[in-house]
């Protein structure tokens, strides 16, 4: 069981450079989410999903973006990386169309360094 | 907005203790609280959900508890062991964007 698929696992990143984190759920959840988690933070919502085509923001998008072309992709995109963007992210996903009630599952993280 | 603290920041028990983690929240409107298990350099493991309507729920050794009207939950861990140890988060979802989550307890269960 696959699950939660993150890719990839570690990023080093110079300041002003683009990259894309993927995350695949094989569980067929319409909900799929993006976090940060920094020190003393705890998790922080990016970006979210409802479903094929549906994006919203969460609480920190600034300097990120999403798209879901399909039910099993949900990529974030670093459009031009700072350091304040160093950190752990987390996709998750989670069952039900508008994700109140689904348990959420995790991948196992992308640590990215901005330089 | 909603608030959720875990206290305490860190604990540590000598290994067949039972023992008790707390989490807090603010508001009592929500949809449903999780309790998740994060191992150093790991993603988060779901441990436990508990629905708006219940009450607790158990899975092994586990047992977390939902007061909703206090705004607290507990996470019961019965005869501690040491692959227990790593760093437990509560999380409270009020909506489909709106999922708080606590800093979390570094639980350390020693040999």
């Known amino acids: 069981n696959a699950g939660v698929t993150q890719t990839p696992k570690f990023q080093v990143l110079k300041t002003g450079q683009s990259m894309t984190l993927q995350c695949a759920q094989d569980?067929?959840?319409?909900?799929m989410s993006w976090y940060r988690q920094d020190p003393g933070m705890g998790l922080r919502l990016i970006h979210y999903?409802?479903?094929?085509?549906?994006?919203d923001q969460g609480e920190v998008p600034n300097g990120y973006n999403v798209s879901r072309s399909t039910t099993e992709d949900f990529p974030l995109r670093l459009l031009s990386a700072a350091p304040s963007q160093t950190s752990v992210y987390f996709c998750?996903?989670?069952?039900?169309?508008?994700?109140?009630?689904?348990?959420?599952?995790f991948g196992e993280g992308s640590r990215l360094t901005v330089l | 907005k909603q608030e959720v603290t875990q206290i305490p920041a860190a604990l540590s028990v000598p290994e067949g203790e039972n023992l008790v983690l707390n989490c807090s929240f603010t508001?009592?409107?929500?949809?449903?609280l999780q309790w998740f298990r994060q191992d150093p350099g790991k993603g988060l493991t779901s441990l436990l959900l508990?629905?708006?309507?219940?009450r607790e729920q158990t899975s092994g050794r586990l047992n977390a508890s939902l007061d909703k009207s206090s705004g607290r939950s507990t996470l019961y861990i019965a005869a501690s062991q040491p692959g227990d140890s790593a760093t437990y988060l509560c999380?409270?979802?009020?909506?489909?964007?709106?999922?708080?989550f606590g800093t979390g307890t570094r639980l350390t269960v020693i040999p």
């Open positions: 998750a996903s989670s069952p039900g169309a508008g994700g109140q009630t689904g348990e959420l599952f």
């Open positions: 569980m067929n959840h319409e909900y």
């Open positions: 999903s409802v479903g094929a085509g549906i994006t």
């Open positions: 508001d009592s409107a929500i949809y449903n």
């Open positions: 508990i629905q708006s309507s219940q």
């Open positions: 999380a409270v979802r009020t909506g489909a964007n709106n999922l708080f």
